[in-house]
């Protein structure tokens, strides 16, 4: 079974900077999404054929995803921070199984104060 475990998430200033990370168990396709207070999970970057990355439009030239395939990790180094970005940030694994990325980690809060 796959496991995931985020870090680096936290409280900043608008303006700010925070990286996270996500630590896989095994070699496996990731994506970021995050969830804030009351509404929907949302996809906010991932990789699609390879390298090419895609990123929600609220976050486009803010947040950059990365990965380090020798280290099973992913990144997401998120600049210019703003409160609307206030969210738990989950990443999820391709489930094999499925072809969903379903299989979860247990989230990083990330709050913005203005």
């Known amino acids: 079974q796959v496991q995931l475990v985020e870090s680096g998430g936290g409280l900043v200033q608008a303006g700010g900077s925070l990286r996270l990370s996500c630590a896989a168990s095994v070699s496996v396709d990731m994506r970021w999404y995050r969830q804030a207070p009351g509404k929907q999970r949302e996809l906010v970057a991932s990789?699609?054929?390879?390298?090419?990355?895609n990123y929600a439009d609220s976050v486009k030239g803010r947040f950059t995803i990365s990965r380090d395939n020798a280290k099973n990790t992913m990144y997401l180094q998120m600049n210019s921070l703003k409160p609307e970005d206030t969210a738990v940030y989950y990443c999820?694994?391709?489930?094999?199984?499925?072809?969903?990325?379903?299989?979860w980690g247990q989230g990083t809060q990330v709050t913005v104060s203005s």
């Open positions: 990789f699609d054929s390879g390298d090419i990355t």
């Open positions: 999820a694994a391709l489930n094999a199984a499925t072809y969903e990325y379903d299989i």
